[in-house]
Structure formats: C-alpha cells, structure tokens
C-alpha cells in the first residue's frame, strides 16, 4: 500500500493557501475528465489529516464546510472496497446532504422503474472522496465534493438483498438511469448546467471515459447563478 512520504504531505499542506473561487460559462472540455486528482487510500487519508491536525490547519484547509459520514451507522451506509466502514470519514458537507437526499431519491427511482421491490437499506462501496490536491487542486476530490462508486448493496423491504456492481455490464442500463437522476438533481438542487445538454454527463463520469471503467465518479459540482466555477472541474 502507498505511504506518504513527510515531504510530500508539506508540499500538499502548502496548498492551503487559497485563491478565489471565480466563474464563468460552461467551458467543460473532455480532457478535464482526464485529470483528476489521485484519490487516497485508507492510509494516506489517515496520514494527511493526522498531518493537518500537527500543522493546526483542520479548519482552512478545505474551502467548503465539512462533516462526518458515519459509514457503519448511518441513514446511507459505506465503506471503502476491500476495507471495514470507517466509524467517521470526512466529508464535504454538500455531498453528504446530496447523498443522503438525491442519491437515496434516484436509487428508490431507479429501481422502481427497473421493476424492483421497494428499498429498505442502502450501502455504498467505494473507492475514495478525499483526492490528492497535489495532483489536481481543481478536482472536486480535493474537496471531498466527489465519490468513486464501485457498488451498491441494496436490502429490500423483503429482506432480500442484492449488489449492483458498476462493472457489470448487464447493469449499465440501470446505472445510465440512475446517472441521470443524479444530473437532474445537480440541475436542479444546484443550479449547474447540463454538461453538453446531457443529464447523464452531470455530476458523474462514467464508462465513456477511459479511466472511469472501474468505478462511477459522482459529484456535486461548484456552481452559482446558473455558472459553474472555473476554479474546479465540472464534474
């Protein structure tokens, strides 16, 4: 498992500093699909902000208001793939209320229209939030705005459960749907534009992507006044 090394996590502190966040017109390119920051394990999320906690910069590091997800016990359970919950993981704030709310919404959605029994529980394995800014300051990563889905774990009202694996491609149909609810909600909820008219394309990046065949990217994207901000990618 990769380790960061004290001199990389001072680089990555250094970064503190922020700029201001500015906005224009849609100017998604698919290049930024590309460039997204490397997300961190288990361990090294462990290690930065045990880092930040040395360093006193818990509270101005990110730009967003922060929370705790309660991955064992929460209304949405998680945990990251091939890993226990986390009693806590860090969190921005807006994801969380989006994951709670929006993806709980567009999972029940999704299943009704893909004729499954009502929803009784839901669990997410992923693989990471946190991103290493020093890769990519504008992924919505390094915010904690960004969750790599591997899978769904669904328990019915029947009792019976069942996992939805992005990689299975018998479900690409489903996790299309699902997609698009998402892109509605970020439409709707906030305030970003379609990316290239497409519901599907907002908020997430999918298989359409060279490096997104392993897991969904689900985002809440920076906007405001219909304008997504030019500081951050756009999904």
Not at 36 to 55: G, I, M, N, R
Not at 75 to 99: E, H, P, Q, W
Not at 138 to 143: D, I, N, P, Q
Not at 156 to 172: I, M
Request: hydrophobic share 35%.
């Amino acid at each position: 498992m990769k380790k960061l090394t004290q001199l990389g996590l001072c680089t990555l502190l250094s970064l503190s500093v922020l700029s201001p966040i500015s906005f224009a017109e849609n100017d998604f390119s698919p290049e930024e699909v590309d460039d997204h920051s490397s997300v961190f394990t288990p361990e090294e999320e462990e290690a930065y902000f045990k880092k930040l906690a040395e360093e006193g910069l818990e509270t101005t590091t990110f730009r967003f208001s922060q929370t705790d997800w309660f991955e064992c016990s929460d209304y949405v359970t998680g945990n990251y793939l091939n890993y226990k919950c986390a009693s806590r993981r860090r969190i921005a704030s807006i994801l969380k209320d989006f994951m709670d709310e929006h993806l709980v919404n567009c999972m029940s959605q999704t299943l009704a229209v893909h004729n499954f029994e009502q929803m009784q529980e839901l669990h997410i394995v992923h693989e990471g939030i946190l991103g290493d800014p020093r890769h990519s300051p504008r992924s919505l990563h390094a915010e904690n705005r960004a969750i790599d889905i591997h899978s769904f774990r669904v328990e019915f009202e029947s009792g019976v459960n069942k996992n939805f694996v992005y990689t299975d491609l018998s479900l690409r149909p489903f996790f299309s749907d699902f997609r698009r609810c998402w892109g509605r909600a970020v439409r709707e909820h906030n305030g970003c534009p379609l990316i290239q008219g497409n519901e599907m394309l907002t908020g997430s990046i999918g298989w359409e992507d060279a490096n997104h065949q392993r897991h969904m990217h689900t985002s809440v994207p920076v906007c405001t006044n219909g304008r997504y901000s030019t500081s951050f990618f756009q999904r």
